[in-house]
Each structure stands twice: as structure tokens, then as C-alpha cells.
């Protein structure tokens, strides 16, 4: 009778309430299941490890890049932390899941959406964000930092670890980039943003991109305004977006106040 009713504390009740214990063990579980999937996608990963880096080294050779690694355990560990990244990009979407069994019970059906279908669009526009810098971005970096031996007797050489460092922190960098219109739909969803803050501050935005586009790509005209336009094209459509999604919250909300008027006259 006891070992019955200490499970029964685990399960939830008829309202979805659990006790604290089960929400642990819940939490251990599900984190468990995250740590074996990542594991197992690692193992995958790894064996397609040196596929991948021969795919990101041929871009620099494409601009006469010769990559050499200095230290016995470097090209070892290109691989690992390329078989990582890799794994917890595939296990992301399980990840994702999983967070959100754990804390929908907690959460409204209208939150539930707008968490949802900001996972699915975040992960849409992380993968335009990879995609502009591999196809764009990287290929004006690369051009240009090369033409720097062209003016004295020096061949290049790279590190094979700095280099794949370097490309994966940009596909980073434009991956979280594009995912402005994401957050700025989610946060105007919850309601902590309006969409009038984010034209009041349309023109120090413009600012920090060009500054950020300057940071991030070769010292040029051209590759900069490549850079910019499309972030500041983010920014726009990210105010179109919350106005849209700000207007139609507040067109429920006033329902509600008339439904509620109605009902106490």
C-alpha cells in the first residue's frame, strides 16, 4: 500500500497538478533522454566529422588558403568540436521538445502557440542566417583577407582549428542575427514589447548594424552594405510583424472588455 500511493505522488492529477517530487523526476527523465540522444548523435556525427571539415576547408582552398595544424591533438580536436556542434544541432529539435512537455502544463494555450511556432520559425530563420553567411558573407571575408599576402613575401598558412573556429562563430553570429523578427514577434505576442519601441528606435538600430556590419565583414563598401541591408531588412519586417501581431492583441483584448461590459450590464 505504501509503494502504491508514492507512485501515485509522481502522477499527475486529475487537474495536471504534481508534486514536487514527480516534477524532478519528470525533469531528470526528460534531461536524460537529451543527454543519450546527444550521445548517440555525437557517435553519428563524428564519423561524418572529417566529410564536413573537407567541405568547410575547400572554401578557404577555393582563395589558395593552405591549412596546416601546429599541435599533435589539434586536427582531433577540430573533429570533436565539429562532431559537437554538429550533434546538438541535430538534437536540437528534441531538446526544444522537450523543454517545452515540461513546461507547458504550466503555460496558457495562447502562450503554448506563440512558443511553438517561434521554435519552428526560429529554426527556419537560424538556417537563413547559416545560409547568408556561407553563401555571401564568407565568401567577401575570405576574398579579402588573402589579398593581405599579396603585398609582401608571406604564404598563407592557417590553422586549420582557427579556421573552422572562425567559420562556425559566423554562421553563429548570422544564425542568432536573423532570428530578430522571431523574438521580436514572440516578445510582442507575451506583450513585453510594443511595436511603437521599435520604430522609436529604428535609427540607433540602423547605426549599431553598420557598426556591427563593419565588425563582422572585410573593411569595403560593398560588403558591408551587403550585410546591412538584409539586417536592417530584418529589423523592418521584425516592427511589420509585432505591429501586426500587436494590432490583432489588442483587437481581442477589446472583445473581451466589451464581452465583459456585456455581462455585468
Not at 577555393?62 to 580536436?77: K, S
Not at 553570429?173 to 505576442?189: A, K, Y
Amino acid at each position: 500500500m505504501r509503494k502504491s500511493k508514492a507512485k501515485s505522488k509522481d502522477k499527475p492529477n486529475a487537474d495536471g497538478s504534481m508534486s514536487v517530487s514527480g516534477h524532478l523526476k519528470e525533469l531528470r527523465n526528460r534531461i536524460l533522454v537529451c543527454v543519450i540522444l546527444l550521445f548517440v548523435a555525437f557517435g553519428i556525427c563524428l564519423s561524418f566529422a572529417p566529410t564536413f571539415i573537407t567541405y568547410l576547408t575547400k572554401m578557404g582552398e577555393a582563395y589558395n588558403y593552405v591549412f596546416v595544424y601546429i599541435a599533435p591533438q589539434e586536427l582531433l580536436l577540430v573533429y570533436l568540436n565539429t562532431a559537437l556542434i554538429a550533434a546538438l544541432v541535430c538534437c536540437f529539435p528534441v531538446i526544444a521538445y522537450e523543454a517545452y512537455a515540461f513546461c507547458s502544463p504550466g503555460l496558457k494555450k495562447k502562450e503554448r502557440f506563440f512558443i511553438i511556432a517561434s521554435l519552428l520559425a526560429g529554426s527556419l530563420f537560424f538556417l537563413l542566417g547559416v545560409a547568408f553567411a556561407r553563401f555571401i558573407s564568407l565568401p567577401f571575408v575570405l576574398r579579402f583577407l588573402i589579398q593581405f599576402t599579396h603585398e609582401v613575401d608571406v604564404s598563407a598558412s592557417i590553422s586549420i582549428q582557427q579556421y573552422i573556429s572562425f567559420l562556425l562563430t559566423l554562421f553563429v553570429i548570422f544564425g542568432l542575427v536573423f532570428e530578430l523578427p522571431v523574438i521580436s514577434v514572440l516578445l510582442t505576442g507575451l506583450g513585453l514589447i510594443k511595436a511603437e519601441w521599435l520604430v522609436k528606435g529604428r535609427k540607433v538600430m540602423i547605426v549599431i548594424i553598420f557598426v556591427m556590419a563593419a565588425i563582422i565583414t572585410p573593411p569595403d563598401v560593398v560588403s558591408q552594405v551587403m550585410v546591412a541591408v538584409p539586417m536592417i531588412g530584418l529589423y523592418e519586417l521584425s516592427i511589420l510583424l509585432s505591429r501586426l501581431i500587436g494590432n490583432r492583441r489588442k483587437e481581442k483584448e477589446d472583445e473581451e472588455e466589451d464581452t465583459d461590459e456585456d455581462e455585468a450590464s
